[in-house]
């Protein structure tokens, strides 16, 4: 079995840039910068021959390449007890209409829809029993935080692999965003 997500990689400028404000937040545990990513889509567990349909499928996937900005930080849920810290992401129409074109081309290959609207963000750290108070002073602080924007021209499927405590992501396709896009 294959453990699958379609992302857009990061560039390390940026990953420096979020390692930048990490900090002893009690109950954060900080993703490391090389798994920092933009999830377009996660897919889950799926086999082989679901595995080749989706690597297919994926490659049908047409849009231009196009700037991406991040800019502030925030939580989910937001109502609730903090489990996800977040940089956000600008919903920019090419951002859309490319991660628009992944939802389809995955239902096309057997993969049933997401059911959640499409909430794009980086997930910078995992939180467990954070008080939402240091998580509210925390945004606060960095509520500033924008890196300069950057070109996205491809996606990506990655597969997670896990060993023990830990999780490394396997990078298996490439899907280049083409300037005639479409």
Do not use: C
Not at 57 to 63: A, P
Not at 98 to 107: D, I, K, M, T
């Amino acid at each position: 079995m294959h453990r699958l997500f379609v992302a857009i990689e990061l560039p390390d400028t940026l990953k420096e840039e979020v390692f930048a404000i990490r900090n002893d937040l009690p109950g954060g545990r900080w993703v490391s910068p090389d798994q920092l990513h933009l999830t377009l889509r996660f897919i889950g567990e799926v086999d082989e021959q679901t595995l080749l349909a989706v690597k297919k499928g994926l490659s049908t996937v047409r849009g231009a390449p196009f700037q991406l900005a991040v800019a502030g930080i925030g939580h989910f849920p937001p109502a609730k007890s903090p489990r996800i810290l977040w940089a956000g992401v600008h919903a920019d129409s090419t951002l859309l209409l490319v991660q628009r074109g992944v939802e389809s081309a995955l239902q096309h290959a057997g993969i049933p829809g997401e059911t959640r609207p499409f909430a794009p963000h980086i997930t910078i750290a995992r939180l467990k029993g954070t008080p939402l108070s240091l998580v509210r002073e925390f945004e606060q602080l960095h509520g500033s935080f924008a890196p300069s924007p950057f070109q996205v021209a491809a996606f990506h499927l990655f597969e997670s692999i896990f060993s023990g405590n830990s999780v490394s992501h396997v990078k298996l396709a490439e899907y280049p965003l083409s300037r005639m896009g479409g």
